[in-house]
Structure formats: C-alpha cells, structure tokens
C-alpha cells in the first residue's frame, strides 16, 4: 500500500488499500476521541475528513472513474455525524439533569414533579453554574456526545465503502465483454459463405465453356466436306459446248 494515497487525492488505490486505509483511519479516530481534546481533537477531525475524501478520491480514480462523487460520502457523512452528535449531547445532559436533580432532592422517578422543577428558570440557571464549577460533568457531556457521531460517522462511510470497493472499472468491463465475443460469432459467420460461393460457381462456369466448343466443332466439318458449287460448272461446260457446235451447223448449209 502507497501511504501516499492517504493524503495525494491524485493517485490511484485499490481495493485493498482502500479498505485498510479506512479501517486505520477508523482505529486513529477512536483514538482522537479518546485521548485528545480542545482544539488539538478540532484539526484532528478535519484531517480525518481530508483523509477519508483522499482515500474515495483515489479509490474512484483506480476505476477510472471521475473524482466529483467522492465528496459525497464524506458530505453525508458528516452530516449524519452532527446528528449522531446532538442525539449524544441531549443523552449526555438528561443524564446530567437527572444527576443534579437527585443532589437537590427531587424525585427523578415522578417524571411529573421532575418535568416542573426543569421548567423553572431556577432550575435551569443552577444547573448551567452546577456544570462550570464541575468540568468532570462537563466532559462527561462531550465524551457522550462524542461515541454516537463517531459510530454515525463510520456507519455512513462502511456503507459506501462497500460500494465504491466493488466498483469496476468503467473502461475495462466493456473492453472485456467486446474482446471476448468478437473471435467466437463474427469471424464464423463470415468464412462460411466465403468458403461456400466459389465451390458453386466453379462447376457453373466450366460446363458451358467445355460443351460449346463441342457442339460447334461438327457444325463447321459438314460444309467442309460437301463442295457442290465447285463441280457444278464442270457438268454444265459440255452443255455449252453443244449449243455452240449447234450454231455452226446451222450456220454452214446457209453459206
């Protein structure tokens, strides 16, 4: 794990560092709730909140994803926390009313005589002076307040931790489903009529080519061997011959 990615919200964290990263973010709370106090407790938390944004910030840049959405973790959860905190704060000062209350012998099990004695000016004056001149109540009140904002706050980051730490990436999931479907259906799809269409034509084309030479080859030997034009001359020269002796026979007896 790059410690880095705990405070650069410019890189890119894994599953795992982003995990571990929250569950020591988480340990190191407690502990600043525990141990510190005043202003020392106040820049604590805001380098928790800085941190906490850091770790989703480079969570959703590992899945190639835009930054804008890590905020919004870190915004509801301090909102929920502020709630988490009055709820603790009120607990912490019923608790310490009831205290005072029993110290000046009213009977907190009648919950009407208690509900009067709250609502007198006197009551509430006296309390809010018992409280300064005992800082041990006073912290009490704080450290109530301070475990139920803690758990508000990490309940809200636990619930989208677990989303942003199943997020794929928003490139790699679809490059994934496309390279595994082009090689099995298209390349198929396209060598089957390829391999098909010459095999068809090939005996199509050769048939006539073959049997048309074949059928024109007798055509032309026939007038080839039959020459009547040529032997007609040579029966019909003696018939020319004759009627020409015959003109001179009849020419001679005239003379």
């Known amino acids: 794990m790059n410690p880095l990615v705990l405070f650069v919200p410019s890189l890119r964290a894994s599953t795992a560092a982003f995990v571990l990263g929250l569950i020591l973010l988480a340990v190191l709370d407690y502990f600043r709730i525990t141990l510190l106090d005043g202003s020392v407790a106040l820049l ?20 190639s994803r835009g930054m804008g959405l ?15 905190s009055a709820v603790g ?33 006197g009551f509430q004056s006296g309390f809010e002076e018992w409280m300064v001149s005992n800082p041990e109540a006073a912290e009490t009140m704080l450290a109530a307040a301070a475990l139920p904002s803690y758990i508000a706050f990490w309940a809200v980051i636990a619930l989208f931790a677990v989303w942003f730490a199943t997020m794929r990436s928003a490139g790699g999931t679809v490059d994934t489903a496309a390279t595994a479907q082009t090689p099995l259906y298209p390349p198929a799809a396209e060598e089957t009529p390829a391999e098909e269409a010459p095999a068809e034509d090939t005996p199509a084309e050769d048939t006539p080519a073959e049997e048309a030479p074949a059928e024109d080859t007798p055509a032309e030997d026939t007038p ?32």
């Open 89 to 121: 704060f009120g607990l912490g000062s019923w608790n310490l009313m009831l205290e005072f209350a029993e110290e000046n012998g009213i009977d907190t099990s009648d919950m009407q005589e208690f509900s009067e004695s709250v609502n007198d000016p």
């Open 44 to 63: 604590g938390m805001a380098l928790v909140w800085y941190v906490t944004f850091c770790l989703f910030a480079n969570r959703r840049r590992h899945a």
């Open 70 to 84: 890590a905020f919004l973790p870190v915004i509801l959860a301090i909102v929920v926390k502020g709630i988490g």
């Open 224 to 255: 080839a061997e039959e020459v009547p034009t040529e032997e007609a001359p040579a029966e019909d020269a003696p018939a020319e011959d004759a009627s020409a002796s015959d003109s001179e026979d009849e020419k001679k007896p005239e003379a």
